[in-house]
């Protein structure tokens, strides 16, 4: 065993194994878990994607504007790609205005005589959680509502997300669109989307992975729309928790509330403390009091049980592996190395924690064998190494593990013929003869 700290590595594997699916319970072994007042409680590590808390997390539930989050992901994307840009100016529909006209939503009344920009609009979605904002810029993207739902839906097919049922961009009940002949095709009109809320915190977590700076936009508390143009309106945002707003929490910076009767008070936050970001998912709260005083519970149930550990740096010997056997080179054995800094999310404990790994090659690289060739240059990616902490069956985020990328320690010449014919005869001695056509032809191969 080799020790860091209040840490022990423990070999697992030296060879190419299949990694485990780790089942997810409501809490990490160590830890007792709180029991939130809503429907359903999801906590997760964001860097990491390490599931903190679970309660109730793979029930599908309505999630009203928390919806907005993917759209906030595909106008980012479309951005990235070149499909659209900030200033692109964004027309307004009929649709898109008759939703902006409801002052029972949340909305900035849009003028079809007026030019807006996908930025003002993107601002209005995010802070104000605008609903014809968000529909006139599905609307440029994809052409329609529908059509760009569609887009949501194979977004969070590839992600793996389950358990969902999306109608529109917004989050709205169905009736909305139905009443304005825009219901998405064979959509039931008493219904609305959901989602789970593991789901949930995987869009919000891709949204955070790949665009941070929606952050920027996140965290304003007011902001006035369309300033300077004759027609501006006051944005005050929802999220309740911010530095200055009434249930305030240090750290919180983010990101998205969905309110509507069948969703209940629902909010998924974010906030970083100790160099540790995590994201936080309540559906279906009774109020604010519900939404942003559980999420402040939940928060304060992570930063106080759990931490985020480095228990490796880019370049350290893989200690708990054993040396990778090379064939056809001048030395048998190579060691392995992290390629990159290994951080682990666990709870906070004084006990001795133990880090297992298991190591899978890259199959590319394997010859018929399953071993990896001679020559390989030092610093060569031959593979992965799966973490996991003893006694902690928490999981990760949609079953996945805590990876690492490995590569070979130095460089591994090819052996010359002398060599390798010497140890054909030491292995024909100490395993009996082989067939001589086998070797030669193994051996020029």
């Known amino acids: 065993m080799i020790k860091y700290n209040k840490w022990t590595t423990r070999l697992l594997s030296g060879s190419l194994l299949a990694s485990i699916f780790l089942a997810v319970p409501e809490a990490a072994a160590a830890v007792e ?22 309660q109730n997390g793979d029930a599908s539930l309505y999630i009203a504007s928390m919806t907005k989050m993917i759209p906030l992901y595909l106008v980012h994307e479309a951005i990235e790609a070149g499909t659209i840009a900030w200033d692109t100016p964004v027309p307004i529909s009929d649709y898109a205005f008759a939703i902006s006209q409801n002052y029972e939503l949340s909305n900035v009344p849009l003028r079809k005589d007026f030019t807006y920009t996908v930025k003002d609009l993107y601002e209005a979605m995010v802070v104000y959680s605008a609903n014809g904002a968000t529909i006139a810029v599905a609307e440029l993207i994809a052409g329609s509502e529908p059509a760009f739902v569609d887009m949501m839906k194979e977004k969070l097919d590839a992600w793996g997300v389950t358990g969902h049922a999306l109608y529109n961009t917004t989050g709205l009940p169905n009736h909305y669109a ?7 095709p064979n959509a039931p009109v008493d219904e609305e989307n959901k989602m789970t809320a593991r789901g949930i915190a995987t869009v919000a977590d891709h949204l955070l992975d790949d665009y941070p700076e929606v952050l920027e936009v996140a965290k304003i508390e007011d902001k006035v729309f369309m300033e300077g143009s004759g027609d501006e ?18 750290g919180v910076d983010g990101l998205k509330t969905g309110t509507t009767d069948a969703s209940g008070a629902s909010f998924t936050g974010t906030a970083l403390q100790d160099d540790m970001r995590v994201i936080t998912v309540v559906i279906g709260a009774e109020d604010n009091d519900g939404r942003f005083g559980e999420t402040a519970r939940l928060m304060d149930f992570a930063f106080g049980n759990f931490e985020k550990v480095q228990i490796a740096s880019s370049g350290d010997a893989v200690a708990t592996e ?35 790994t ?4 890259n199959s590319e690289l394997l010859n018929a064998d399953g071993l990896i060739e ?19 069956d928490l999981g990760y985020l949609d079953g996945t593990q805590n990876e690492a990328t490995v590569a070979v320690e130095r460089t591994v010449e090819k052996a010359n013929f002398l060599v390798l014919a010497w140890r054909w005869v030491a292995n024909t001695a100490a395993n009996g003869w082989n067939s001589v056509t086998d070797f030669v032809g193994g051996f020029f191969s």
Do not use: C
């Open 233 to 250: 309106i006051h944005m005050m945002t929802y999220n309740l928790m911010l530095p200055n707003q009434p249930y305030a929490r240090a």
């Open 374 to 392: 001679a020559p390989i240059e030092k610093g060569t990616t031959v593979g992965n190494v799966a973490l996991s902490i003893e006694g902690d």
């Open 33 to 54: 878990p709180i029991e939130v007042s809503s429907e359903a409680a999801f906590v997760i590590d964001n860097e990491t994607n390490k599931i903190l808390l679970n």
């Open 322 to 356: 054993e040396k990778l056997t090379i064939a056809k080179g001048k030395e048998e054995t190579v060691g392995l190395i992290y390629n990159e800094d290994i951080f682990v999310v666990t709870p906070k404990t004084e006990e001795e924690r133990v880090v297992a």
């Open 358 to 361: 298991e190591l899978t090659l």
């Open 178 to 184: 139905a009443e304005l002949g825009n219901l998405y």
